[in-house]
């Protein structure tokens, strides 16, 4: 079965500080897309940042990066210098090619709240 | 401005009684996509469009159904909906199956008494 772990349920970090939310995922696919979104309280999901499985370089988006471990199956999202409105849940989710096309699993989620 | 908007941002339906929550798209885009969320859960998908080919999970319950009339809206309809089924439903569009992002929607709070 295909899976998204993410083994952290809350994680707290203070203002301008880096935080690293892990991330991992299992398949037998060798081709597969990580994404990671936000979701806010007030419900939306907001696409962060996004790896291919077959791209070679870590996947940077302002202040998001994403550390992208393929032997070890981890796709961690990284956050550098911490804003207040940083605070929300993060979803890793893994998209792979399913029945015909392609289905996007997402992981529980992690609460990250930023202290000021 | 908003993207992809779901109508109601909350709804409240009596056990039992047939509901259907909206979502629009500004995008044009080929894939429209339900997921339902429960508390604290990760977003679980119930069905996907892809242009008016309409593709089912295999353990959507029965109870959910969806209808997408034009490129630009998708509706889905809970039949007979129980307590179970009292969730946050996020609609989202891609471009395409293969995109590298999708776009979501703020969510259907669904409360059923």
């Known amino acids: 079965a295909q899976k998204i772990t993410q083994t952290q349920p809350g994680m707290f970090v203070q203002e301008k500080e880096a935080v690293t939310l892990d991330c991992t995922y299992d398949t037998s696919d060798q081709s597969y897309g990580l994404f990671w979104y936000k979701q806010p309280s007030s419900g939306e999901m907001i696409f962060l940042i996004y790896?291919?499985?077959?791209?070679?370089q870590n996947a940077t988006e302002g202040r998001y990066s994403l550390n992208f471990q393929k032997a070890r199956k981890s796709a961690n999202l990284v956050i550098s210098a911490s804003q207040l409105g940083d605070s929300a849940m993060y979803f890793c989710a893994m998209r792979r090619h399913s029945g015909g096309y392609q289905k996007v699993t997402f992981g529980i989620g992690t609460k990250l709240q930023v202290i000021p | 401005d908003a993207m992809v908007i779901q109508n109601p941002r909350y709804q409240v339906t009596q056990f039992g009684k047939p509901v259907t929550l909206s979502c629009s798209q500004t995008l044009n885009h080929n894939v429209m996509y339900w997921y339902q969320q429960k508390s604290s859960q990760a977003p679980k998908l119930l069905f996907h469009y892809y242009d008016k080919d309409f593709n089912n999970e295999a353990d959507t319950p029965d109870n959910f159904q969806s209808r997408r009339p034009n490129t630009s809206f998708c509706f889905l309809d809970i039949r007979s909906p129980g307590l179970g089924d009292a969730a946050m439903y996020l609609c989202?569009?891609?471009?395409?199956?293969?995109?590298?992002?999708?776009?979501f929607g703020q969510g259907t709070r669904l409360t059923v008494v």
């Open positions: 790896q291919g499985s077959y791209d070679e």
């Open positions: 989202a569009t891609s471009r395409d199956l293969g995109a590298t992002e999708a776009f």
